[in-house]
């Protein structure tokens, strides 16, 4: 797919998702899957490692979903990210997860950026944007905010 096609039909759906996520437990009576992002970033001399596994508990497979990072700093413009994401601002990432199948299906996802200073510190918002139309009633585990300090320490979520 190229780039232009992929980015329009993923911020296709993290728009679209956005109004699915607004109620804790999405759609009723479908398909449901418990999904989860786990994983560390760390920061130092302007620049952030995030790695992030997705996963999902079942009981049903998740064809596509799309996580949401978003940085209390801004990031430096002109900077590559892998095939499956896109920036939504200068604060946010949005990248697909591939299939989560049901109890055990897993994507990994690792980023390397640069903050548009030098900060001391940064948060970072991990979130679940869209699941594919699957209901998920247990969102605690896809919902992340990480206080992240200039130490090169990973900061695990």
């Not at 109004?19 to 970033?41: K, Q, S, W």
Request: glycine share 14%; with cysteine.
């Amino acid at each position: 797919m190229r780039k232009g096609v992929l980015g329009v039909a993923l911020a296709a759906a993290v728009v679209w998702g956005a109004g699915a996520t607004a109620g804790a437990v999405g759609p009723t009576g479908g398909a449901e899957a418990d999904l989860t992002h786990h994983g560390h970033v760390s920061l130092w001399d302007g620049r952030v490692g995030v790695w992030l596994v997705s996963g999902n508990h079942g009981p049903s497979d998740v064809s596509q979903a799309t996580v949401r990072l978003a940085f209390s700093v801004p990031m430096a413009g002109g900077q590559e990210l892998p095939p499956a994401c896109l920036w939504s601002s200068d604060r946010v990432v949005s990248c697909r997860t591939g299939e989560l199948r049901a109890a055990g299906g897993v994507g990994e996802l690792a980023l390397d950026l640069r903050t548009a200073g030098l900060p001391d510190e940064l948060t970072v918002d991990i979130t679940t944007a869209w699941r594919g139309g699957v209901a998920d009633r247990n969102p605690a585990n896809d919902r992340h905010r990480v206080l992240v300090l200039a130490t090169g320490d990973p900061y695990v979520f």
